[in-house]
């Protein structure tokens, strides 16, 4: 387990500015035996983790959201491991689970109500659907508090921004709706203590896709916002 788990992070440290790496640099950083690497990385090969061709070890932007999430789970530090992230991995991850799912996105978005200035990291809209979410690339101490005043804080954007909608629908991009519904969700690298707090969702990132395919189905169970337009 920890020679599979100094593999993982040595895969994430050697592919942050390209997208190889060989079984000799993997070795040498994990400070692992070559045979032990080598069958290590043929597992995970297996486990659809990286490709292997001759030598050279390949892994994608998912491929290393999934090695750093695996790392984890075999008792990675959060932090250690969200550092060899970057936060345009997380976003881009975010932005095409949402994507399949048949959301279009806005990231970054930006809005002023009651005289105070506010942002949502990213947008999922899918007609009624207005998913407000706020991405936790990483968090010291995580797992506990942290996550609830991460929900905390996220209900009260969505919050600000449903009262806000009916001004700017344009922007939102729901110029054509009769209702919407907003929905906080927290969205982050590890798993947290709590699946809800508050009726707030908080979803590991590869959780996400199981996430946006049933929340319609559970509108009732998730704490949401409902403005109507007519």
């Known amino acids: ?49 990286l490709t292997i061709n001759g030598d050279k070890v390949f892994v994608n932007r998912e491929q290393r959201l999934k090695i750093a999430v695996k790392s984890i789970g075999l008792g990675a530090d959060v932090e250690r491991v969200a550092g060899l992230l970057t936060w345009s991995e997380f976003e881009h991850f975010s932005k095409e689970s949402f994507g399949l799912n048949g959301f279009r996105v806005l990231t970054n978005f930006h809005f002023k109500w009651f005289g105070r200035r506010w942002e949502i990291d990213l947008i999922g809209l899918r007609k009624p659907l207005v998913i407000s979410t706020d991405c936790k690339h990483w968090h010291s101490r995580w797992s506990g508090s942290a996550s609830i005043e991460a929900a905390r804080n996220q209900a009260e954007r969505t919050r600000a921004l449903a009262e806000a909608s009916r001004r700017i629908k344009s922007k939102i991009g729901i110029d054509e709706w009769k209702y919407a519904y907003f929905i906080p969700l927290v969205l982050s690298l590890h798993p947290s203590q709590h699946k809800f707090y508050e009726r707030i969702p908080i979803v590991p990132i590869l959780q996400i896709g199981d996430f946006l395919q049933n929340v319609i189905v559970h509108l009732d169970e998730v704490n949401h916002f409902y403005i109507q337009y007519v």
């Open 1 to 49: 387990m920890l020679a599979e788990r100094e593999i993982l992070i040595a895969i994430l440290k050697n592919t942050a500015d390209e997208s190889n790496t060989s079984i000799e640099e993997i070795s040498r950083e994990a400070k692992i035996p070559r045979a032990t690497a080598l069958e290590t990385l043929n597992r995970l090969c297996k486990s659809g983790f």
